[in-house]
């Protein structure tokens, strides 16, 4: 029997979701930061240095950024951590990873880079004092697994961040729906020629789990003092747990 997901509004095979995801991050992998930018009007960019701020990495702190994209968070790990430290960078897309990598090298950060699939992280358990997913856990076909799997490699005291789109203050919803499926495919289609994979985006958000109940799936993965923060009246919101 074939197992079946969730492509945006789509309900597809498993394997077909992984080849499918994987074809819209090909394509936009280029455009990723202005499709970011267009996608949250530039907000995701504060979103993230509230993500950095949040983690409290150190110097000699061993840090895992998982989809880390174009490698925002691990460039600023990178630097928190120092040469003592060791943060990796890692996407299960190649062209994201290639983008990614090049930046940070280009920023003077020669960072350990992989191509690696959340669900089986090939890294020692009780390794990492901070793991991140910016923008990432939604497109995640099991995402219970890929929650496990990053606590297994936390260490014991480590701390879990999840940064993710999720469930908007009710009295914005029909605005923000406008925007998401209206207004964002037809900007995709002029910013990045490809409105598809910008209406995909917004079907992926409306499809992932809001605020609460993503807070019981990381307290179901075994993760404790599980908290949210709502950003920008829930357009995104940043899940924090703790390896006891």
């Given at each position: 029997?074939?197992?079946t997901?969730?492509?945006?509004?789509?309900?597809?095979?498993?394997?077909?979701?992984?080849?499918?995801?994987?074809?819209?991050?090909h394509?936009?992998?280029?455009?990723?930061?202005?499709?970011?930018d267009v996608?949250?009007?530039?907000l995701?960019r504060?979103?993230?240095?509230?993500?950095?701020a949040?983690?409290?990495?150190?110097?000699?702190?061993?840090?895992?950024?998982?989809?880390?994209?174009?490698?925002?968070?691990?460039?600023?790990?990178?630097?928190?951590a120092?040469a003592?430290?060791?943060?990796w960078?890692?996407d299960?897309?190649?062209?994201m990873?290639?983008?990614g990598?090049?930046r940070?090298?280009?920023?003077?950060?020669?960072?350990?880079?992989m191509?690696?699939?959340a669900e089986?992280?090939?890294?020692?358990?009780?390794?990492?004092d901070?793991v991140?997913?910016a923008f990432?856990?939604r497109?995640?076909?099991?995402k219970?697994v890929?929650l496990?799997?990053?606590r297994?490699v936390?260490?014991?005291g480590?701390k879990?961040?999840?940064?993710e789109?999720?469930?908007?203050?009710?009295?914005l919803?029909?605005?923000y729906?406008?925007?998401?499926?209206?207004?964002?495919?037809?900007?995709g289609?002029?910013?990045?020629n490809?409105a598809?994979?910008?209406?995909?985006?917004?079907?992926?958000?409306?499809m992932?789990?809001d605020?609460?109940?993503?807070?019981?799936m990381?307290?179901?993965?075994?993760l404790e003092r599980?908290?949210y923060?709502?950003?920008?009246?829930?357009?995104?919101?940043?899940?924090t747990?703790?390896?006891?």
């Amino acid at each position: 029997m074939t197992n079946t997901t969730h492509f945006g509004f789509e309900t597809v095979n498993e394997e077909d979701k992984v080849r499918k995801v994987a074809e819209v991050f090909h394509s936009v992998a280029t455009k990723y930061d202005v499709m970011n930018d267009v996608m949250s009007v530039g907000l995701h960019r504060l979103w993230k240095m509230f993500t950095i701020a949040q983690a409290g990495v150190r110097p000699g702190f061993k840090v895992l950024d998982i989809a880390g994209g174009t490698g925002d968070l691990a460039k600023a790990f990178a630097r928190q951590a120092g040469a003592s430290g060791e943060v990796w960078l890692t996407d299960i897309n190649e062209s994201m990873l290639r983008v990614g990598r090049d930046r940070l090298l280009n920023q003077g950060l020669n960072t350990p880079t992989m191509l690696c699939d959340a669900e089986k992280l090939p890294f020692p358990d009780n390794y990492f004092d901070r793991v991140s997913v910016a923008f990432g856990l939604r497109n995640m076909t099991h995402k219970d697994v890929a929650l496990a799997e990053m606590r297994r490699v936390l260490k014991p005291g480590g701390k879990l961040l999840v940064l993710e789109f999720s469930k908007v203050w009710q009295p914005l919803q029909k605005p923000y729906d406008l925007y998401s499926f209206k207004i964002l495919p037809w900007m995709g289609q002029k910013i990045a020629n490809d409105a598809e994979s910008y209406r995909y985006l917004a079907e992926s958000i409306r499809m992932h789990p809001d605020q609460e109940t993503l807070k019981t799936m990381l307290q179901e993965a075994g993760l404790e003092r599980v908290d949210y923060f709502n950003l920008s009246a829930g357009v995104a919101a940043l899940h924090t747990g703790i390896k006891l």
